[in-house]
């Protein structure tokens, strides 16, 4: 007959030890990790401060040293669980055999994942901040990290892009960015008449301070099948060529009215047979 007499003292004061143990291990990750994350965003903004180092890129650092912190932590973390819960961690890795070599296996990607990433930032090909076209996606880099690179698109849509996927980038904020507007204009006006009132617009925006050059009138870009297409083109500060453009058409489309000059419309033409 199996004898079923515990201790079952020792088996609470185990338990209660070990429970108390892992309730201090969660409460002491759940202090160092937001206290270990301002000390990292002062450092990185401490030695940024008295060096040339753009803003952007301190703020790639920041969430580059961040990320890497995050998940020493959680290593740090499962291993301090397992030795409270007397698992021995050496063993378990060593009997995993097979599996292990699977692990290895899919672990290629994740290698391929952090060293993409390591030439991503070593060449400065993008920073946060940047607005980008990466992997079939357009948007605005929001963090780069040691498996991922996160881009928030124009519609808020966030993109988790593996670095590994990263084979071009086409980086649209490097240098000054380009507000181009075409306007079409009837074949009945005056076409010098309509660059004329168009020019006066340009100089109303040559002092605004989102444009670094121009605007300026390039004159006739083409013939449309009821226009004529004019364009004007300058260029702006990283990411305000929008707005730019927005006003630009704002403003050609008042003094375009207020001159009686036609922007061509399609028009609709019903023709009824009578039978």
């Known amino acids: 007959m199996l004898n079923f007499d515990f201790d079952w003292d020792l088996i609470l004061r185990q338990t209660i030890q070990v429970g108390g143990q892992l ?3 969660l409460i002491a990750f759940l202090i ?3 206290i270990a994350k ?3 965003s002062r450092m990185i903004k401490k030695s940024t401060s008295h060096k040339n180092v753009s803003e952007a890129r301190a703020l790639t650092l920041e969430k580059l040293l961040v990320n890497i912190f995050s998940y020493t932590l959680i290593f ?3 291993v301090m669980f397992f030795g409270i819960i007397n698992i021995e961690i050496g063993p378990l890795i060593a009997s995993a055999g097979v599996v292990g070599l699977a692990i290895a296996f899919g672990a290629q990607g994740l290698v391929s994942d952090i060293v993409t990433g390591f030439f991503i930032l070593l060449e400065k090909q993008i920073d946060v901040g940047d ?3 990466v992997a079939g996606y357009d948007g605005i880099v929001e963090e ?3 498996r991922t690179t996160q881009i928030r698109g124009f519609d808020g849509t966030l993109h988790f892009v593996p670095n590994r996927n990263i084979s071009g980038v086409s980086n649209h904020s490097r240098g000054n960015m380009r507000a181009l507007v075409d ?4 074949y009945e006006d005056n076409i010098d008449e309509a660059i004329g009132v168009l020019k006066q617009i340009c100089d109303e925006f040559a002092n605004d301070e989102r444009f670094v050059e121009g605007p300026d009138v390039l004159g006739v870009q083409a013939f449309g099948s009821s226009d004529v297409v004019l364009r004007i083109l300058g260029k702006t500060e990283n990411m305000a060529q929008w707005s730019a453009e927005r006003d630009l058409r704002k403003r050609i489309k008042e003094e375009f009215d207020a001159n009686n000059i036609e922007i061509p419309y399609p028009h609709q033409v019903n023709i009824t047979k009578k039978g």
Not at 183 to 186: F, L
Request: no cysteine; aromatic share 10%; net charge positive.
């Open 23 to 25: 309730i201090i291990l």
């Open 32 to 34: 160092i990790s937001p």
């Open 38 to 40: 301002r000390a990292i």
């Open 76 to 78: 740090v973390f499962i």
């Open 131 to 133: 607005y980008v076209t």
């Open 144 to 146: 780069i990290g040691l």
């Open 183 to 186: 306007i079409g204009i009837s």
